[in-house]
C-alpha cells in the first residue's frame, strides 16, 4: 500500500505519525537551543554558587520576556513559508523569509532602551542585593546578542516551514556546542582567565551571532536563490503589512506568556532564595523535560500550515490530532517519572557536581522535589495548550490566541502578586494557583480547537489548490483577498 494512500496505517498515513516525527524530532533539538544556552550558562554558574546560578536563569527568563514579542513575530514568517510552500509558491517564500530580517533589524533598535532599564527593573522585584546585580548584568550582556538572535530566527522560517527540519537541528546543535565551549573558557577559565558571570552571557551572545550568520549564508546559495528567489531581500510594504497583521497578535501572545511566567518566577523570588532557587531549578528541570512536546507544536505549525495552503483542512486535523495524542501519551511518561524518581533527575542536572552541599542547597532540593509534583498534575494540560496554541498559529488564528493569552496573562500576574503580598500565599499557594490557571487555559483552547473555525483561514492568497482539482489562477488583489480566506467574524478576518 502506498504511503500518500487515505488508507494506510497510522505511521504511514498523509499526516500521520511518520511524517510528524520526521519534522518533530529535529524540531526538538531545535527547540533546546536557547534554552540549552541559558541551561548550559545556569549549570556552569552553579559551580560558582546557587545565586550565580539563578540570576543567570532569572536574567535569560526575562530577556526572553523582553524579547518575546519581536520573536513571535519574527518566528511566524514560518507560517507564510509552510502556506506558500503547500499552494505551490516558491518564489514567494524568499521575499518572504527577508521580510521577517527586516523587521528583526528594525526591533533591534529598541534593545538599548531595553538594557537602560535592567537596573530599575530587577531593583523593583526587592531580591537580595547580590542577586538583583547579578541579574540586571548578566541581562545587559545578553542583549548585545538579540539582534543576530532575531536575525537568526527569522532566517530560520525558510528551513522550518518547509519542513526541512534536520537543517535547523543542525544549526541549532552547533550553537549550542559554540555556546557550550565558549562557557567552560569564559567561566570556567579553560585555557584563558576566567571572566567569572559575565563569561557566561558573552559566551551565549557569540553564539546566537555564529547562529545568524550561518543561516545567512544557508538561505543564500545558489539553489536556494535559484528555486526560491531568497535574492530578492528588498523591503516589500505589503507583505510586511500582512505578516505584522498576523505575526503580530501571535508575538504579543508568545510575550504575554513569558511575562506571566517571568512575573510569577519573581514574585516567588521574594519568599525567599530557598524558594526562588527551588521554583527555577523546577521550570528548569520541566523546560528541558518538555522539549519533544515543544518539538511536536513546532511540527503541528509547520504541518497545518502546509496542509491548509494545498487546501487538505482534513489532513491538518489529522496531523493535530496525531501530534496531540503522542504529546499527551509522552506527557503520561513524563509524570510518573517526576514522582517516581524526581532525585535522580536532580542529581543528575543540578547538584551532582557538588559533592559538599550548602545548607541552601540541600534545602532548595527537597523542595524542588516538591514542586515537581506540581509539574506532573498539570503537564497533561499543559500539553494540550501547547499543540492546540500551535494549530491556531498555524492556520492564522492569532488574533484568538491574542486575546486569550491577553485575559490570561493578567489573571496570573494579578493572582501572583495578590496572592503572595496581599494573602500571604507560601510557595504551595502560589503553585496550586498556577496549576488552576494552566487547567483554565487547556479549557479555553480545547473549546476553540472543536469549532472548527481555524479551517477556514489562510495567511496568504492561495492560488493553487492541490485537492480534488488541477491548479487554478486566482487573481491576488494583496490585502483584500485575505477578508475572503479567513471564517467570517474570524480572527483571521
Not at 531568497?230 to 516589500?236: E, G, I, Q, S, V
Amino acid at each position: 500500500m502506498s504511503n500518500g494512500s487515505e488508507t494506510a496505517s497510522w505511521w504511514l498515513r498523509p499526516a500521520g505519525g511518520r511524517e510528524v516525527l520526521q519534522i518533530a524530532v529535529p524540531m526538538v533539538v531545535t527547540t533546546l537551543s536557547v534554552t540549552m544556552m541559558n541551561f548550559i550558562d545556569s549549570a556552569i554558574l552553579m559551580s560558582v554558587s546557587p545565586t550565580a546560578m539563578t540570576a543567570a536563569y532569572t536574567a535569560g527568563l526575562i530577556w526572553f520576556a523582553a524579547l518575546s514579542l519581536f520573536f513571535g513575530v519574527c518566528s511566524y514568517g514560518a507560517t507564510f513559508v509552510a502556506q506558500y510552500y503547500g499552494d505551490d509558491q516558491p518564489e514567494k517564500i524568499g521575499p518572504a523569509v527577508w521580510q521577517g530580517v527586516w523587521l528583526a533589524i528594525s526591533f533591534s533598535l529598541v534593545v538599548p532602551i531595553v538594557q537602560s532599564l535592567a537596573p530599575a527593573l530587577f531593583a523593583a522585584f526587592k531580591h537580595e542585593a547580590e542577586l538583583a546585580r547579578l541579574e540586571s548584568l548578566f541581562f545587559q550582556i545578553l542583549c548585545y546578542g538579540a539582534p543576530g538572535w532575531l536575525i537568526g530566527q527569522s532566517l530560520e522560517c525558510f528551513y522550518s516551514g518547509r519542513g526541512k527540519t534536520w537543517v535547523v537541528m543542525v544549526v541549532d546543535l552547533g550553537a549550542v556546542l559554540i555556546n557550550l565551549a565558549l562557557a567552560c573558557m569564559l567561566v570556567l577559565g579553560w585555557g584563558v582567565e576566567s571572566w567569572g558571570v559575565p563569561g557566561a552571557a558573552w559566551a551565549t551572545v557569540i553564539a546566537q551571532w555564529c547562529r545568524g550568520a550561518i543561516y545567512a549564508c544557508l538561505v543564500l546559495l545558489p539553489s536556494n536563490r535559484r528555486d526560491f528567489n531568497t535574492a530578492d531581500c528588498f523591503p516589500n510594504l505589503a507583505l510586511l503589512r500582512r505578516m505584522i497583521r498576523f505575526g503580530g497578535p501571535s508575538g504579543v501572545q508568545m510575550m504575554l506568556d513569558v511575562v506571566g511566567f517571568s512575573f510569577f518566577v519573581l514574585i516567588v523570588g521574594k519568599l525567599g532564595v530557598t524558594e526562588s532557587v527551588a521554583t527555577n531549578s523546577t521550570f528548569r528541570l520541566s523546560q528541558l523535560a518538555f522539549m519533544p512536546v515543544w518539538g511536536l507544536g513546532m511540527a503541528t505549525a509547520i504541518l497545518v500550515g502546509q496542509k491548509l495552503g494545498e487546501d487538505r483542512p482534513d489532513l491538518a486535523q489529522r496531523a493535530a490530532r496525531t501530534t496531540l495524542g503522542m504529546s499527551l501519551t509522552y506527557m503520561i511518561g513524563l509524570s510518573l517519572l517526576f514522582i517516581l524518581i524526581p532525585r535522580v533527575l536532580l542529581e543528575g542536572i543540578y547538584f551532582l557536581s557538588h559533592e559538599a552541599k550548602a545548607e541552601s542547597s540541600v534545602a532548595a532540593e527537597a523542595l524542588t522535589v516538591e514542586l515537581m509534583r506540581f509539574v506532573s498534575a498539570y503537564n497533561i494540560f499543559d500539553a494540550a495548550v501547547i499543540i492546540l496554541v500551535s494549530v491556531l498559529r498555524g492556520a492564522g488564528d492569532t488574533r484568538f490566541v491574542m486575546f486569550t493569552s491577553s485575559v490570561m496573562a493578567t489573571l496570573l500576574v494579578l493572582g501572583s502578586y495578590f496572592g503572595v503580598n496581599r494573602y500571604d500565599l507560601d510557595i504551595y499557594g502560589a503553585w496550586w494557583f498556577l496549576s488552576a490557571w494552566i487547567f483554565g487555559l487547556g479549557v479555553v483552547y480545547t473549546a476553540r480547537y472543536r469549532t472548527g473555525k481555524w479551517k477556514e483561514m489562510r495567511v496568504i492568497d492561495q492560488i493553487h489548490h492541490a485537492h480534488g482539482a488541477p491548479p487554478v489562477k486566482k487573481e491576488a488583489t494583496g490585502l483584500e483577498d485575505l477578508e475572503t480566506n479567513a471564517a467570517p467574524g474570524s480572527a483571521g478576518g
